[in-house]
């Protein structure tokens, strides 16, 4: 594949993701299976476009582009094909330049597009977090109702992957339209490990659901992963306020500042 046709690819496939990491070979010594400019793309998902040669030298800068993606951060590495380095008999080696191109920010995984989501996805978007809007309602999550969302999902409550959804650099939110359908999502997030996950419902919703968890069998410690109720004190009562305490929050634990008590009104703040 050409430059031209990989990058003209590149650009729209990744029009359906949050970012993706470039790997390019930048030189190379004795016997290698592809040529210095070589280039590969990985995606969220781990899905992947062009190749760097295939073999164990392509899988071991696969699994060094995941940490790219977890880390955000870009490197070049070398690798030898050699039995001692990647297992490969070719003898020779190939430095490779491992390229993060997504946000800095964080990528916002918004189960629910009700009232709360459209102020919540438009503030998360002009700071610079990538989208993704999640609701099992088709008509809640599409583009025209989520111009500032990077990616909408029509999601299939009884068919849920969520791990290619999520990494450490997702932030989650539950805002769904029913304690139940969050209890459902909320039951399958748990099972990956996404940077935060805030949880939307009064202080009874949470206890309630906190204990429902527990009888599925989760143990204290990774319910206590759970920042719920959601979203940090300034006496929000709208949507949009409620939003942007949420949005507060988010940034607070992605720089590590110590947490407040929670107590929006949440009796409020889960009708809405």
């Known amino acids: 594949m050409d430059d031209i046709k990989f990058f003209n690819e590149l650009t729209e496939k990744n029009k359906s993701y949050n970012g993706f990491v470039l790997l390019t070979v930048t030189s190379t010594t004795g016997s290698v299976p592809r040529r210095v400019g070589s280039k590969m793309a990985l995606f969220p998902d781990g899905s992947i476009l062009g190749t760097i040669g295939g073999g164990t030298l392509e899988n071991e800068a696969i699994k060094d582009a995941h940490k790219s993606f977890d880390g955000k951060t870009s490197f070049s590495k070398t690798y030898y094909l050699t039995e001692k380095g990647t297992g490969a008999t070719c003898g020779g080696s190939a430095e490779v330049f491992i390229d993060y191109n997504g946000s800095t920010s964080g990528d916002l995984l918004i189960f629910g597009g009700g009232h709360i989501g459209l102020p919540l996805s438009k503030f998360a978007s002009d700071l610079d977090f990538k ?62 490990s996404p940077h935060y996950i805030g949880m939307i ?17 989760f143990s204290k410690e990774e319910i206590s992963r759970i920042y719920a109720p959601i979203g940090l004190d300034i006496g929000a009562e709208s949507p949009a306020e409620i939003a942007l305490a949420i949005m507060a929050e988010i940034i607070a634990v992605r720089e590590k500042k110590e ?3 929670y107590c929006i009104d949440k009796k409020r703040s889960a009708s809405l």
């Open 131 to 192: 989208v993704t809007i999640a609701d099992p309602r088709e008509e809640f999550a599409s583009r025209e109702r989520f111009p500032h969302a990077n990616k909408c999902v029509h999601l299939n409550l009884d068919k849920m992957n969520l791990s290619p959804m999520i990494s450490s650099n997702t932030f989650v939110v539950l805002i769904s339209h029913s304690h139940e359908v969050d209890f459902t999502i909320v039951s399958e997030v748990l099972k990956t």
């Open 259 to 261: 947490q407040p008590t």
């Open 201 to 217: 419902g009064s202080s009874k919703k949470v206890k309630h659901t906190f204990s429902r968890l527990e009888e599925r069998g």
